[in-house]
T-cell receptor, first 117, second 114 residues
């Protein structure tokens, strides 16, 4: 079945540094990918929609200069957390839409646990 | 805006017990409703879905019926197994063909003991 690979699974970084998270669709071309953020005991909150070859669409309240999204190919989207601060510590999850998928509109990565010290 | 409220866990059951996880939603129009499951160390997987009122989604012994009159989509399973231990998320997507922008509930952790 369709697989989305997200890397790294865990990352610890120092305050002020930048961190890049990759999301790859392994066996399908994903024209659209989504980035979610999950706080402990909270819902998954959609951060942005990433469209191949165009600028990402950010949800209200999400800083686009803080969370840089690049979708340079049909199989790869990246999220870069710039100048990270401890409040950016969270669980980030990507998902990808398989245009050919009938029964499962979205496939999810395993998530990235970011800890900013 | 759209929202999903689901039963807060954690829920702990013995094997072969009956499971219900409540989910209610608020949305305009005619959303599609989903249950996703996240097993330990894995990504979210679609468990079942329903796209219109009175539809019943089912998979792996789990069922949920789209109830428009009560705006609910409760998840049920008659006899749970240890392997069902996971986090379950109720979600909706707006109608009108935008069948991919999901709004999630907070998730319910289910632990099934042998």
């Amino acid at each position: 079945g369709a697989v989305v690979s997200q890397h790294p699974s865990r990352v610890i970084c120092k305050s002020g540094t930048s961190v890049k998270i990759e999301c790859r669709s392994l066996d399908f071309q994903a024209t659209t990918m989504f980035w979610y953020r999950q706080f402990p005991k909270q819902s998954l909150m959609l951060m942005a929609t990433s469209n191949e070859g165009s600028k990402a669409t950010y949800e209200q309240g999400v800083e686009k200069d803080k969370f840089l999204i690049n979708h340079a190919s049909l199989t790869l989207s990246t999220l870069t957390v710039t100048s990270a601060h401890p409040e950016d510590s969270s669980f980030y999850i990507c998902s990808a839409r398989d245009p050919a998928g009938v029964n499962s509109p979205l496939h999810f990565g395993n998530g990235t646990r970011l800890t900013v010290t | 805006g759209d929202s999903v409220t689901q039963m807060e866990g954690p829920v702990t059951l013995s094997e072969e017990a009956f499971l219900t996880i409540n989910c209610t939603y608020t949305a305009t129009g005619y959303p599609s409703l989903f249950w996703y499951v996240q097993y330990p160390g894995e990504g979210l997987q679609l468990l079942l879905k329903a796209t219109k009122a009175d539809d019943k989604g089912s998979n792996k012994g789990f069922e949920a019926t789209y109830r428009k009159e009560t705006t609910s989509f409760h998840l049920e399973k008659g006899s749970v197994q240890v392997s069902d231990s996971a986090v379950y998320f109720c979600a909706l997507s707006p109608g009108g063909g935008s069948n991919y922008k999901l709004t999630f509930g907070k998730g319910t952790l289910l632990t099934v003991n042998p």
